[in-house]
């Protein structure tokens, strides 16, 4: 099945921006995740096309060039290095994936029948992702690659609630739309602050 596909591409995107060591390459598989959460909001609104294309366009804004334009500026801004340095290899990050893997299959075994058409292996692909975004607290220590994962980690949530729930009221999905901004915006703020004071001394 096609969704099921594309909910591992959101895993394997999820993947790249734990591992990754570029910046741009984070934004960018970060804004790619953001277009893939399409697919799945599709998926779970086929009988309600107008909440499906409001959701439609929140996510193009948001998760796919709102979000990745405020950490490419912020990272300009601030003049961050383009190279971002993890806490662990990647050894230690493979054995927190087979963890979480472990994990994922001890979750769905538990979870009875969707009320959507999504295979028990879409499911585990999508609890995952969210694992992957918690691992990025660990394993990252740059604050931008923390934020990125902070966004994998709330892209996850976001599917898992569609699959689950089949979605949320318009209201509450709007919100965490809105969250996901403020705590980049702030991340920016925090980080350019600084900076700022550092030319006010100089006038």
């Not at 975004?133 to 740059?142: A, D, E, M, S, Y």
Request: hydrophobic content about 55%; overall charge neutral; charged content about 15%.
């Amino acid at each position: 099945m096609i969704y099921d596909f594309v909910y591992l591409l959101l895993l394997l995107s999820g993947i790249v921006v734990l591992v990754e060591n570029r910046l741009s390459r984070i934004i960018l598989f970060l804004s790619l995740q953001g277009f893939l959460l399409i697919f799945p909001v599709i998926q779970t609104h086929e009988g309600d096309w107008q909440h499906a294309i409001s959701l439609i366009l929140l996510v193009v804004l948001f998760k796919g060039l709102l979000t990745p334009w405020i950490l490419n500026w912020t990272a300009d801004k601030s003049k961050m290095n383009e190279s971002t340095t993890p806490r662990f290899g990647y050894l230690a990050t493979l054995l927190f994936m087979v963890l979480g893997l472990v994990l994922a299959v001890k979750i769905t075994e538990g979870v009875p029948l969707l009320s959507i058409p999504v295979h028990k292996i879409a499911l585990i692909y999508v609890i995952l992702l969210v694992y992957v975004g918690i691992l990025c607290f660990v394993v990252r220590r740059n604050w931008l690659a923390l934020i990125a994962g902070f966004c994998v980690f709330e892209n996850g949530i976001f599917v898992l609630t569609m699959v689950l729930d089949k979605g949320l009221p318009f209201g509450l999905e709007f919100g965490s739309f809105l969250d996901a901004i403020l705590v980049i915006v702030s991340g920016g703020i925090l980080q350019l602050s600084p900076h700022m004071h550092v030319k006010e001394r100089k006038l």
